[in-house]
């Protein structure tokens, strides 16, 4: 069975442009987290899809964004890029029972110049 | 809010003797599950081993174990055997139970480094 996938494994961008970055999750997995490691921060959640539907964000700005396609793939956008986006984006994903854990990809490292 | 803890930056063990990776966590939640992930120099992040809060057995998997303190909010990683693939960081995490809407917390990570 395959794992999560995610692309790019690397994306290079410079201040003020947009980055997107994708997240397939194990098949039959309906629900998809975003992650944010970033140096000296730690691992922070930043957004969960569900069914489709964007269920809840963590304390991230409004420039971060998402969707969940029907094919359950995600698709995750940050907007306005500033230096301090540069960091390992990791996605995951659960299964219904237990959704209580959860699976990750390899991550795509963002570098932000 | 909860929060995880791991007071251990960096441990070192020699392979094939047992290391303990310590966490603790603080929650007023009585439903919830602990996991210890191990994210090696290729960054993906593996699932090691989970323990229900609702469970007093603690979990093992192979040659890792847990030992679940839920009255004192700790939960240790034990590794026995360890060998030269272990070395990685590993990080504690919390999830609240009931498919919560919340992510996973995580610890700020303990870097194990095996010895030869």
């Known amino acids: 069975e395959a794992g999560v996938t995610q692309s790019p494994t690397h994306l290079i961008k410079t201040r003020g442009q947009q980055a997107t970055l994708r997240c397939s999750p194990i098949s039959g997995h309906t629900s998809v987290y975003w992650y944010q490691q970033a140096l000296g921060l730690g691992l922070q959640f930043l957004l969960w899809?569900?069914?489709?539907?964007?269920?809840n964000r963590g304390n991230f700005p409004p420039r971060f964004s998402g969707r969940q396609f029907p094919n359950y793939s995600s698709e995750l956008n940050v907007n306005a890029l500033e230096l301090e986006d540069s960091a390992l984006y990791l996605c995951a994903s659960r299964p219904d029972r237990p959704k209580e854990t959860q699976y990750f990809g390899p991550g795509t490292r963002l570098l932000v110049l | 809010a909860q929060t995880v803890t791991q007071s251990q930056p960096e441990m070192s063990v020699q392979e094939a003797e047992t290391v303990t990776l310590s966490c603790t966590y603080d929650t007023s939640e009585s439903d919830y599950y602990l996991f210890w992930y191990k994210q090696p120099p290729s960054r993906q992040m593996i699932l090691v081993i989970r323990q229900e809060a609702y469970k007093q057995q603690n979990a093992t998997e192979n040659r890792f174990s847990v030992n679940f303190q839920k009255a004192a909010k700790s939960f240790s990683l034990k590794i026995s055997d360890s060998q030269l693939g272990d070395a990685a960081m590993y990080f504690c995490?919390?999830?609240?139970?009931?498919?919560?809407?919340?992510?996973?917390?995580f610890g700020k990570g303990t870097h194990l480094i095996i010895q030869p």
């Open positions: 899809y569900d069914e489709g539907e964007e269920r």
């Open positions: 995490a919390y999830k609240e139970g009931g498919g919560g809407a919340d992510g996973l917390t």
